[in-house]
């Protein structure tokens, strides 16, 4: 248990679906990151938001939209996804700290898309 | 550019000592982190090196070489549930983290 939940764990959804992942950290944390996980690749991250505000968003297509609406809370809007989008997408948060040292990330369990 | 380089699978007998090793590029660099994860579960955080030398954590250390852009994760006394996969990755000028694509560990009795 690292402190950080998802839901739900597995989302089976068609191409023209819209549903929302979610994610809660327990943690106090500042920061908090949306990652893609596929099979033998390594993780994309996706979108970070400090402080509430995104800071970060690695060309990711517009079907993906990210919400946070307070520190402990991080949506990701999902609609008219592609199969090629079926992956484990894992949220993650990190308390920021001085510079000069990177912040560990404690990640929940990830969901597990798949898009028929 | 940016790139992490660590094998793809490796297998070690129950009781033995394990080394994996991963090489980083990257643009600036803040410290170098290795995560397990075990199948269908979140990664979680191992250690996290940014000087130079060898950092231990009872059966677990990982070394650090900034100047050949070098890590590795050794495991002593290796247990059947330490079979999971092993995450490198290093922190760039920006504090991002550029991962690799984990080194799969199969242990065998």
């Known amino acids: 248990e690292t402190g950080v939940t998802q839901t739900p764990r597995h989302l089976v959804m068609g191409m023209t679906n819209k549903k929302s992942l979610k994610c809660e950290q327990h943690l106090g944390h500042n920061a908090m990151y949306w990652y893609k996980q596929s099979a033998k690749k390594p993780l994309e991250l996706m979108f970070v938001y400090s402080l509430e505000e995104r800071v970060e968003n690695n060309s990711v297509p517009s079907r993906f939209s990210p919400e946070c609406p307070n520190s402990s809370h991080l949506f990701l809007h999902l609609h008219t996804l592609q199969p090629e989008d079926s992956a484990l997408y894992l949220c993650?948060?990190?308390?920021?700290?001085?510079?000069?040292?990177?912040?560990?990330?404690?990640f929940g369990p990830g969901t597990r898309l798949t898009v028929l | 550019g940016q790139n992490i380089d660590q094998p793809t699978e490796m297998t070690a007998t129950e009781g033995a000592i394990v080394q994996i090793n991963c090489t980083y590029q990257?643009?600036?660099?803040?410290?170098l982190f290795w995560y397990q994860q075990h199948a269908g579960e979140a990664p979680t955080f191992l250690s996290y090196n940014v000087l130079d030398g060898l950092e231990e954590k009872g059966r677990f250390s990982s070394f650090l070489s900034r100047s050949k852009g070098y890590s590795y994760l050794l495991l002593k006394e290796l247990q059947m549930k330490d079979s999971a996969s092993y995450l490198c990755?290093?922190?760039?000028?920006?504090?991002?983290?550029?991962w690799g694509a984990g080194t799969k560990l199969i242990i065998k009795p």
């Open positions: 993650a948060s990190s308390q920021q700290a001085d510079r000069g040292f990177a912040d560990t990330q404690y």
């Open positions: 990755a290093a922190s760039d000028s920006n504090y991002q983290l550029i």
């Open positions: 990257t643009s600036g660099f803040n410290g």
